[in-house]
């Protein structure tokens, strides 16, 4: 494949509602946005790093800096000539790290390659189910507000609801959802917060345990694999890793350690969809659980997702919902819930295109490079 141009542009979006995890509040949402000019056609690709490190150290002007001073340059070089999708991200393996950045580029490239072929992600990736089992995220809260969010959420058609918790908020409104909605399957999400050495901790950990949830994802700081692994063995309810699992090498550790008996994927974290599917193939293999995760992404990643999530090793209630749960609008046609589920795009590449005026409303830099 050869690139002609790559533009890359900065959307400042807001959430829907305010999304309050361990590790901070999400109101401001940061879209960086790349569409690469080749010599079959365009494509697009979404960079989802948060306005803030926190969830993991990449952040949305970093990677956008990152992006315009380092990986285009990479990809431009050379007359633009980058062979396919996965050589493109070889090439960016010189600067190491940054793998949100490297997504929207992968993204981007994947989408521009498929569409000259007339051919859908999911049909590529070989992921066969017309539609995913969709979930709504509800963040950290009092207890009347928390109950009335994951109500909502179930009253529209969700059947599977992902509660924020933090040590100190966590069992009274996990209790409390689980008696009220006792047909959805609940996922608790601590990203992190919880600590072995602290004895309340511990507690709060066991009486988790006992609502009988569908998953209890990243309890424990990323790098105590020896802490999860202990959740493993002590736990009833299934212990998924997010943040801990950000390469081959950390899943591989993870597998070794005994530490997880489920892993969320989300291809932004990962690097990439090729990161992401070698993630899924590996947890096939060794019997680990899966769920997709989410990023609160805008349309054209939300579209990549669903299609790596319809994979056949997701077995786990996962992240993604509908476009209007985040943004309204969506850059995109948003992805709207079809009896709980969200239909897997069809059409060529991601199946979405950015609308133009949405973008240009949100657009708050835009810059293009060229191959020279
Ligand atoms: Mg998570």
């Given at each position: 494949m050869k690139i002609l141009a790559i533009e890359l542009r900065r959307l400042e979006l807001e959430l829907v509602a305010p999304l309050v995890t361990a590790t901070g509040e999400h109101r401001r949402r940061p879209i960086v946005l790349v569409h690469v000019e080749t010599e079959e056609g365009g494509g697009n690709g979404e960079c989802d790093a948060l306005l803030e490190p926190g969830y993991t150290a990449e952040h949305a002007d970093g990677a956008e800096t990152v992006l315009a001073e380092r990986l285009i340059p990479l990809l431009l070089?050379?007359?633009?000539?980058?062979?396919t999708a996965a050589e493109a991200l070889a090439r960016l393996a010189?600067?190491?790290?940054?793998p949100m950045a490297k997504a929207a580029l992968e993204m981007a490239l994947l989408d521009a390659g498929l569409r000259a072929e007339g051919r859908s992600l999911a049909s590529m990736l070989g992921a066969t189910r017309p539609a995913i089992p969709a979930g709504a995220t509800v963040g950290i809260g009092d207890t009347p507000a928390v109950v009335a969010a994951a109500r909502a959420a179930a009253a529209v058609g969700y059947r599977r609801v992902k509660l924020k918790i933090a040590p100190g908020r966590d069992v009274a409104a996990l209790g409390a959802v689980r008696r009220e909605l006792s047909d959805v399957a609940i996922v608790a999400d601590a990203n992190g917060s919880y600590d072995l050495g602290h004895a309340d901790d511990r507690a709060a950990l066991r009486a988790i345990d006992a609502?009988?949830?569908?998953a209890l994802e990243q309890?424990?700081?990323?790098?105590d694999l020896a802490g999860s692994a202990r959740l493993v063995s002590e736990l009833v309810t299934p212990v998924v890793l997010d943040e801990s699992i950000d390469s081959m090498a950390a899943l591989e550790a993870a597998l070794a350690a005994g530490a997880c008996s489920g892993v969320a994927v989300k291809p932004a974290r990962l690097g990439g969809v090729a990161a992401a599917v070698r993630v899924h193939d590996t947890c096939v293999a060794a019997g680990v659980h899966l769920s997709i995760g989410g990023?609160?992404?805008?349309g054209i990643a939300r579209a990549a997702s669903i299609a790596v999530g319809a994979l056949r090793g997701f077995d786990l209630p996962g992240d993604l919902g509908s476009s209007d749960r985040y943004f309204r609008?969506?850059?995109?046609?948003p992805h709207v819930l079809v009896a709980g589920e969200l239909p897997v795009p069809t059409g060529p590449g991601l199946g979405v295109v950015p609308d133009p005026a949405v973008v240009e409303a949100a657009t708050a830099r835009c810059r293009v490079f060229r191959a020279s």
């Open positions: 070089a050379g007359a633009g000539e980058v062979g010189l600067v190491p790290g940054n609502l009988g949830l569908a309890p424990l700081a990323a790098g990023m609160l992404e805008a609008p969506d850059v995109t046609a």
